[in-house]
């Protein structure tokens, strides 16, 4: 008798859908708190493994195969794949932030994290795909057919006493490191609290720190490239107003002029940058360009103090 196709590649076609679906949903969301670790537990902790594991062993676990042993000429039980998955998963995912981090030179961010680890586990999964489907048909890894509990229990030894003890060892030992991880990622980290604010200018195609413009036109606008990265272990709303202020001889403010004015959400942890087009027009020789943020500083009457700006980053121009 044939063996159905869906039989095995059903586990595999279930991982591949749920591991895009919680992949959209991390990135395409504003989630937060337990719902989104909810999520992010399996798809960080469980899902990747579990595709590299179906790719080494695509065939279906023998008889003899036990969660506590195995010899370099059997497979390993189902218990034992579920474990390597675990393992397997903590060790692809910090290698793909590694990657990031260090060969790709991208700041690690939410989006790249999940963009890759998706790509890996899907590569995972067609691998593991295409390996059970050059196997006879009785050989295939059924990991969801109905007679897997059943072959699983005698798989795994769990009708004597020791194996009960070893499987249950087993399962606590991931309920714990699951739990574990979900709890540290759910309490903020101890560390310092900040916002980083930097300004960029465009030069030669590229965004650097070296070179600003120094001399503007009155009314008409340059683009400056405003940065903001939020290390504050929660959700912050910055609210960034943007003065250009003349100084008087006494070293004062004595003409202040509100330039440009924007808000941006950022979840912890995450950063962006922002074209502005600024177009002051207050004429002066030179003029103090101030870009200052408050957190969460918004009045109930949507003005804002900006002697209490949280942040200040400032440029020195000529307007013409």
Known sequence: MSDAPSRWTTDLLLAGVVVVAIGATL?????????????????LLFLPGYAVVSAIFPDQPPPAATASTVSPTSRPGWTVRLVLSVVLSGMLVAIIGVVIDRLVAVTIRLAPVVTA?????????????????????????????????????????????????????????????????????????????????YLLSETGGELSVETYPETFTAGEGES????????????????????????????EVAIQQQVDRFTVDLEDGDGRIMERQIAPTLTGEPIRLRFLVFKDGTTASGTLDRSDADLTTQLWIDVV
């Open 117 to 197: 680890v998706t790509v890996a586990t899907l590569a995972g999964l067609v691998i593991a795909l295409a390996r059970r489907q050059r196997l006879p048909a009785v050989q295939r890894a059924r990991p969801l057919s109905s007679g897997m509990i059943v072959a699983g229990q005698n798989r795994l030894g769990v009708v004597g006493s020791g194996g009960r003890r070893q499987t249950a060892v087993l399962v606590v030992s991931i309920l714990l490191l699951v739990g574990s991880v979900g709890f540290i990622a759910a309490v903020p980290s101890s560390g310092d609290s900040y916002t980083e604010t």
């Open 224 to 251: 400056l490239y405003f940065g903001l990265e939020n290390n504050e272990h929660r959700a912050v709303s910055y609210e960034v107003v943007v003065v250009a202020d003349a100084i008087g001889d006494d070293g």
């Open 27 to 43: 990135v395409g969301t504003e989630l937060t708190g337990p719902v989104r670790w909810l999520l992010a537990i399996p798809f």
